[in-house]
């Protein structure tokens, strides 16, 4: 198939990558409707009644362009979080504030720090605006902090990505930890501190709004898709210094939000009982999992986020066995980490009882299967 003959050499360079095959692709590749998705760190919990409402009433206005300004949004998340509204940057889910970051800060060659295994999107935008990717393993299943200082240093990277709690293992470090990692970086490298999982992560893991919000050299990145449920909705926002923060109008896609989802999340953060509801159905089912995972001889890492990384104990093909027979022959959708040693684990998000059900009765006939096979 031609293309288009004036594409930029960069693009050119690159070839056609999809961070994350999705769900429905998968079920059109293998003619194989899902019964269970727990693989998308999604909450199949999904959003409260009271957002469900919102929306439908949001739904009648969606001939018209949202705020450009996102002003009620930012003054909604101002007030829960104790912040200005100067201090928030709103776009289309953490995926969509990454790109804009990356765009920001990142001209073609220069080094970009990040861990070996790390969010994959990220990635994909430094590779689309011409960056060069710099790795740093992670030690015993967490990112290194040490070593990604280390590296930014090194190659006097104007930009490292970090996520507590980290997908795709889990982990996560303590508060102290990061903001004394913050205060240690050049003040010409901006930290992307990904905090997608902060609402399901032990209170003592999440720097306080006031530790960070000072250093203009940091960017919190937060979303309503995990605990809130709105990951169709694709709302996340940026926590930084006003002046940083300002920045994302100078690229930003202006009319990019849409009406539904930002009703949507405004009602979410009004609804605090719910999300605590959620966070406690989490929890359980995090603990499901890892009981599932430990009565068929897996090992569940301990997690803080809607997902639990189970170590299968040897390595890759065995992990990816596993997840193709689990959708193959029972519909069970769920990841795995794409590197080595992450690799030789099996993540699954948390769900309804009736999709951990599932897992439950497949998951002990597929490793029959293939212990049978070998």
């Known amino acids: 198939m031609s293309a288009f003959s004036r594409l930029t050499p960069l693009i050119q360079s690159l070839p056609a990558t999809i961070p994350f095959v999705g769900p429905e692709a998968i079920e059109r590749q293998r003619g194989r409707t899902i019964a269970a998705r727990i693989g998308a760190n999604e909450s199949g919990f999904g959003p409260a009644n009271s957002v469900l409402l919102a929306m439908q009433q949001a739904a009648g206005e969606t001939w018209k362009y949202a705020d450009p300004e996102n002003y009620d949004l930012k003054q909604a998340l101002a007030g829960h979080l104790g912040t200005s ?105 901006l930290l992307i501190l990904d905090e997608a999982y902060s609402e399901t992560a032990p209170p003592e893991s999440i720097p306080t709004i006031g530790s960070l919000i000072d250093k203009p050299n940091v960017v919190r990145t937060r979303t309503f898709s995990k605990a809130y449920g709105l990951a169709g909705s694709r709302v996340g926002y940026a926590l930084a210094t006003p002046g940083t923060a300002a920045a994302f109008d100078k690229i930003r896609n202006h009319f990019g939000m849409n009406r539904v989802g930002v009703a949507a999340a405004i009602a979410a953060l009004a609804d605090q009982h719910y999300l605590r509801q959620v966070i406690a159905r989490i929890t359980a089912s995090r603990d499901r999992i890892s009981a599932i995972a430990r ?80």
Not at 145 to 167: I, Q, S, T
């Open 85 to 189: 509204p100067a201090n928030i940057a709103i776009g289309e889910g953490i995926d969509g504030l990454l790109g804009q970051i990356v765009r920001l800060v990142i001209e073609p060659g220069m080094p970009v720090v990040t861990s070996f295994g790390a969010y994959p999107t990220f990635n994909y935008h430094v590779a689309g605006h011409g960056g060069r990717l710099v790795t740093v393993p992670y030690v015993d299943d967490r990112e290194d902090l040490d070593g990604l200082l280390a590296a930014v240093k090194r190659e006097n990277a104007p930009l490292v990505y970090f996520a507590n709690p980290d997908n795709p293992m889990g982990s996560w470090w303590p508060a102290d930890r990061i903001v004394e990692f913050a205060s240690a970086l050049p003040e010409t490298t």
């Open 295 to 374: 009565d068929n001889g897996l090992t569940p890492l301990p997690s803080a986020t809607n997902f639990v990384a189970i170590d299968c104990g040897r390595d890759a093909t065995h992990a990816r066995a596993i997840v193709d027979r689990l959708m193959s022959d029972h519909g069970v959708f769920i990841r795995m980490p794409g590197v080595a040693p992450l690799n030789r684990c099996i993540r699954v998000s948390t769900g309804p009882e009736a999709e951990m059900n599932l897992l439950e009765a497949a998951l002990p006939d597929v490793l029959g299967s293939l212990a049978a096979s070998t």
